[in-house]
């Protein structure tokens, strides 16, 4: 069993910057790939980015490429997504998610196995 939590959510201007936090615990180690997706009201909750542990391996929505930068600390078992010059766009519910096993596209939320409760972040205009 893996336990995600998130932090780091809030209210923030146009072209401000937030960092988001996911804290993993319990069996880690059989974890291939982390990832955050958002989601609002009535939507399809949509990835967003995703790295491995090894921090070699990252995805990006292109939406968010060039704007958000996701990272691993292996040491803290946290992964992070920076996330500058955002848009009211950008407002939603952002989830962290763990994947054990590989065959699904890493934008497609049936190929996680683990999520936390989610941070909400609201982008003012």
């Known amino acids: 069993q893996v336990q995600l939590v998130e932090s780091g959510g809030g209210l923030v201007q146009a072209g401000g910057s937030l960092r988001l936090s996911c804290a993993a615990s319990g069996r880690t180690f059989n974890t291939y790939l982390m990832a955050w997706f958002r989601q609002t009201p009535g939507k399809e909750r949509e990835f967003v980015a995703a790295?491995?542990?090894?921090?070699?391996?990252?995805y990006y929505a292109d939406s968010v490429k060039g704007r958000f930068t996701i990272s691993i600390d292996n040491a803290k078992n946290t992964v992070y997504l920076q996330m500058n010059s955002l848009k009211p766009e950008d407002t939603a519910v952002y989830y962290c998610?763990?994947?054990?096993?590989?065959?699904?596209?890493?934008?497609?939320?049936?190929?996680?196995?683990?999520w936390g409760q989610g941070t909400q972040v609201t982008v003012s205009s």
């Open positions: 790295i491995d542990w090894s921090g070699v391996n990252t």
């Open positions: 998610a763990a994947r054990t096993r590989w065959g699904a596209s890493v934008v497609l939320t049936r190929g996680y196995d683990y």
